[in-house]
């Protein structure tokens, strides 16, 4: 069964440090999506992301916040200059063309020390 | 824009029970309503969804009633099982926007 993969699973990083967390969405979907989720806090819209550009984008997803689809698989989320309140699980979601059902990848903790 | 709410956060059950969750959402514009099931270290998994021209649906032991003039929705899990133990999201979604989750509900299924 297809599915959404992210890498990596765990990562730790200097305040300040930039982090590049990367997403390989479900093929011949169309609409991608980032989330976070603070640890035990409900799941949050980052940003969604279509035809190769940003659709919608929360009030979260600040200048610190940018995503890219460099090689037609591959959909990164990068945050430049890492604070320790963006110490969260991210998850990654893709959806097909015309679908409604999301699917979200197994996450990547980021702990910013 | 849109607000989804969701009770209990918390919700214990014996085994074989039932359990029923509910959510209300604000944006009459909604027209999708998934739900998600999250275990520990895990990212949300869909489990049951519908849309606002159906008013339920079902699945095994899961269901969904969607209300949509009262702006709700509830998910219903028949029979219960330990493995059902895990946080459940709710979500609405406007048409081509983003989902908008409910804070979850914390299901602990007693042997």
């Known amino acids: 069964e297809p599915e959404v993969t992210q890498t990596p699973s765990h990562q730790v990083t200097q305040m300040g440090q930039e982090v590049i967390l990367r997403c390989v969405p479900i093929?011949?979907?169309?609409?991608f999506y980032w989330y976070r989720q603070i640890l035990g806090q409900k799941v949050e819209f980052l940003v969604s992301f279509y035809n190769n550009e940003i659709s919608e984008k929360s009030e979260i997803f600040d200048d610190q916040f940018s995503v890219e689809r460099p090689d037609g698989s591959n959909f990164t989320l990068k945050i430049r200059s890492t604070k320790l309140e963006d110490s969260a699980m991210y998850f990654c979601?893709?959806?097909?063309?015309?679908?409604?059902?999301?699917?979200f990848g197994q996450g990547t903790r980021l702990t910013v020390v | 824009g849109e607000n989804v709410e969701q009770h209990p956060s918390t919700l214990s059950v014996q085994e074989g029970d039932s359990a029923v969750i509910k959510c209300t959402y604000s944006?009459?514009?909604?027209?999708?309503f998934p739900w998600y099931k999250q275990e520990l270290g895990k990212g949300p998994q869909l489990i049951i969804d519908?849309?606002?021209?159906?008013g339920e649906k079902k699945d095994q032991r899961i269901a969904v009633t969607l209300n949509k003039t009262a702006k709700h929705f509830s998910l219903h899990i028949t029979e219960t099982q330990p493995e059902d133990s895990a946080v459940y999201f709710c979500?609405?979604?406007?048409?081509?926007?983003?989902?908008?989750f409910g804070p979850g509900t914390r299901l602990s299924v007693l042997p």
């Open positions: 979601a893709s959806m097909g063309q015309g679908g409604t059902e999301a699917f």
């Open positions: 519908i849309r606002s021209n159906v």
């Open positions: 944006d009459s514009a909604s027209n999708y």
């Open positions: 979500a609405a979604r406007p048409y081509g926007q983003n989902f908008v």
């Open positions: 093929s011949n979907h169309l609409y």
